[in-house]
């Protein structure tokens, strides 16, 4: 692999985020036979039409991210903005991307029940740190890698950024370790650690000691802390037992490790939007795939929260193999790629000086505005 300097480890993260966020989109909901019945395998943005005809409001426009890749470029327009996570600021930036709210959060996509419930509560006033749900939701950390590359040599900083951009929205503390542990992933990754077994190993030592400063800086304001203290540092760990099996053999485990750590409902695959569950299986594939591109196919092909393991994965794995290793189909059909690239370099040079840098809200408004222009004109045609 060429030698990779930082600023191509992080265009290839946010970038490979927004792949793996788009990849999975049309197919989140669906189950891996499902996908296979529809679609046979999937390699590249597909028309969720064939799948969805029946709910079209969860048809996504071919290569257009979700609210994971939403949120995460939220996250760095605070950092460039203001070195740090500022919550007042990235509340602000929620509420004003979800007004006007025409029933369905405005310009946010593909927003879940709890997300939607952060913005009721910050429309309200109510202080951020204080509007986050009791869910153990995979939303903190689908979004948090451009922490991991913010703060790559600052560990307090990066710590203390995932806590105030995940309380905004979860309480749980799988949740939130969950988030941690993408972050400091993805930091991995960008120093250039080898995807070696030991590498779960490494980042479950990262993660106790998160889970550790979670119980201990945070106990009024984070539940399940006593009971599921241990959940992501464990689940990780056990990755690392796992990559001589088969893959089938592998993601069963995984499941069943998560179901030890109180998945409700019980996780039947590991692509489900619970964090000791769908993070071991990310990072089971970065560990035993041969590239970007074959990590990527693999995972979001299995179905369940697939546009939020795509967007983990696509972090981590565009962490590692930098942007060159991005297949150029995928890079040429992403919806605003180049915006997606240029909020990138200002995280890279922690700066956006000298940057044309398209206002982030109004982009993500016109983004939204076509996809459902899109969606109405496609749900108007007669059924073949």
Same mark, same amino acid.
């Given at each position: 692999?060429?030698?990779?300097?930082?600023?191509?480890?992080?265009?290839?993260?946010?970038?490979?985020?927004?792949?793996?966020?788009?990849?999975?989109?049309?197919?989140?909901?669906?189950?891996?036979?499902?996908?296979?019945?529809?679609?046979?395998?999937?390699?590249?943005?597909?028309?969720?039409?064939?799948?969805?005809?029946?709910?079209?409001?969860?048809?996504? &426009?071919?290569?257009?991210?979700?609210?994971?890749?939403?949120?995460?470029?939220?996250?760095?327009?605070?950092?460039?903005?203001?070195?740090?996570?500022?919550?007042?600021?990235?509340?602000?930036?929620?509420?004003?991307?979800?007004?006007?709210?025409?029933?369905?959060?405005?310009?946010?996509?593909?927003?879940?029940?709890?997300?939607?419930?952060?913005?009721?509560?910050?429309?309200?006033?109510?202080?951020?740190?204080?509007?986050?749900?009791?869910?153990?939701?995979?939303?903190?950390?689908?979004?948090?890698?451009?922490?991991?590359?913010?703060?790559?040599?600052?560990?307090?900083?990066?710590?203390?950024?995932?806590?105030?951009?995940?309380?905004?929205?979860?309480?749980?503390?799988?949740?939130?370790?969950?988030?941690?542990?993408?972050?400091?992933?993805?930091?991995?990754?960008?120093?250039?650690?080898?995807?070696?077994?030991?590498?779960?190993?490494?980042?479950?030592?990262?993660?106790?000691?998160?889970?550790?400063?979670?119980?201990?800086?945070?106990?009024?304001?984070?539940?399940?802390?006593?009971?599921?203290?241990?959940?992501?540092?464990?689940?990780?760990?056990?990755?690392?037992?796992?990559?001589?099996?088969?893959?089938?053999?592998?993601?069963?485990?995984?499941?069943?490790?998560?179901?030890?750590?109180?998945?409700?409902?019980?996780?039947?695959?590991?692509? &489900?939007?619970?964090?000791?569950?769908?993070?071991?299986?990310?990072?089971?594939?970065?560990?035993?795939?041969?590239?970007?591109?074959?990590?990527?196919?693999?995972?979001?092909?299995?179905?369940?929260?697939?546009?939020?393991?795509?967007?983990?994965?696509?972090? &981590?794995?565009?962490?590692?193999?930098?942007?060159?290793?991005?297949?150029?189909?995928?890079?040429?059909?992403?919806?605003?790629?180049?915006?997606?690239?240029?909020?990138?370099?200002?995280?890279?040079?922690?700066?956006?000086?000298?940057?044309?840098?398209?206002?982030?809200?109004?982009?993500?408004?016109?983004?939204?505005?076509?996809?459902?222009?899109?969606?109405?004109?496609? &749900?108007?045609?007669?059924?073949?």
């Amino acid at each position: 692999m060429p030698q990779l300097n930082r600023s191509d480890r992080i265009r290839g993260a946010m970038l490979g985020l927004a792949v793996g966020d788009a990849l999975g989109a049309p197919l989140e909901g669906l189950s891996a036979q499902q996908i296979r019945v529809h679609y046979q395998l999937v390699t590249d943005y597909v028309d969720g039409a064939k799948a969805w005809r029946r709910k079209p409001y969860r048809w996504r &426009m071919p290569g257009l991210y979700t609210d994971d890749t939403q949120q995460a470029l939220a996250i760095c327009e605070v950092l460039v903005e203001t070195g740090r996570v500022d919550v007042d600021r990235l509340a602000a930036i929620y509420v004003e991307l979800a007004t006007p709210d025409h029933g369905y959060a405005g310009a946010h996509r593909g927003v879940g029940r709890s997300f939607k419930a952060v913005l009721g509560e910050l429309k309200k006033n109510v202080p951020p740190l204080r509007a986050g749900q009791d869910s153990a939701g995979i939303g903190a950390a689908m979004r948090i890698a451009p922490v991991g590359l913010y703060f790559v040599d600052d560990l307090d900083g990066l710590f203390e950024a995932v806590m105030a951009a995940g309380l905004m929205t979860h309480r749980d503390i799988r949740s939130l370790a969950g988030a941690c542990a993408v972050a400091l992933g993805v930091r991995r990754m960008l120093l250039g650690e080898p995807r070696d077994p030991s590498f779960a190993l490494r980042l479950a030592a990262d993660v106790a000691k998160a889970e550790d400063r979670i119980v201990n800086e945070y106990d009024g304001l984070v539940d399940f802390a006593s009971t599921h203290k241990r959940s992501m540092s464990c689940s990780i760990a056990h990755v690392e037992s796992l990559l001589d099996l088969s893959r089938d053999k592998a993601l069963c485990a995984i499941a069943e490790q998560a179901n030890r750590h109180g998945a409700e409902p019980i996780c039947r695959k590991p692509t &489900m939007g619970f964090p000791p569950a769908c993070i071991p299986a990310c990072i089971y594939h970065l560990l035993t795939s041969e590239n970007f591109e074959e990590s990527i196919i693999d995972l979001v092909n299995l179905g369940g929260d697939a546009d939020s393991t795509g967007a983990i994965l696509g972090a &981590m794995s565009g962490a590692h193999f930098g942007l060159e290793a991005i297949p150029e189909r995928l890079l040429l059909a992403l919806q605003n790629r180049d915006g997606i690239d240029l909020r990138a370099q200002a995280l890279a040079r922690r700066d956006a000086t000298g940057l044309e840098i398209p206002d982030f809200v109004a982009t993500e408004q016109a983004l939204s505005a076509q996809e459902e222009a899109c969606r109405g004109f496609l &749900m108007s045609q007669p059924e073949v």
